[in-house]
């Protein structure tokens, strides 16, 4: 099983990035999928997560109305746009593979992580 994350950068304030997460080794759309970050000094926090099928998608109240998760089934890829970025959004970011076709904010509940992509958000 492999998650491969991509995407992460340096970018101004009020800029966008487009995180994308390769999933090899298992039925990428069977199960729900997450993305999650860590701050420098801070411990890895809950950032958004979507559901097998993409039915349904959460996300903390942090990044709501600015940030979007999707994915895409047939390229086993999964995504998040972050626009309107701030720098508080910078952190490690590190997808996830639910063990269940459903998604939360639970870090236990994921079975699979990614290595992470740096995003770096300048004032």
């Known amino acids: 099983v492999q998650l491969q994350a991509s995407g992460g950068g340096l970018v101004q304030a009020g800029g966008s990035l487009r995180l994308a997460c390769a999933a090899s080794?298992?039925?990428?759309?069977?199960?729900?999928m997450g993305w999650f970050r860590q701050a420098p000094g801070k411990e890895r926090e809950f950032v958004a997560a979507?559901?097998?099928?993409?039915?349904?998608?959460y996300y903390v109240d942090s990044v709501k109305g600015r940030f979007t998760i999707s994915r895409n089934n047939a390229k086993n890829t999964l995504y998040l746009q972050m626009n309107s970025l701030k720098p508080e959004d910078t952190a490690i970011y590190y997808c996830?593979?639910?063990?269940?076709?459903?998604?939360?904010?639970?870090?236990?509940?994921?079975?699979?992580w990614g290595q992470g992509t740096l995003v770096t958000v300048s004032s």
């Open positions: 996830a593979t639910s063990s269940t076709t459903q998604a939360t904010g639970v870090m236990r509940d994921y079975r699979y």
């Open positions: 080794g298992y039925t990428f759309s069977r199960y729900g």
């Open positions: 979507i559901t097998w099928g993409g039915g349904s998608t």
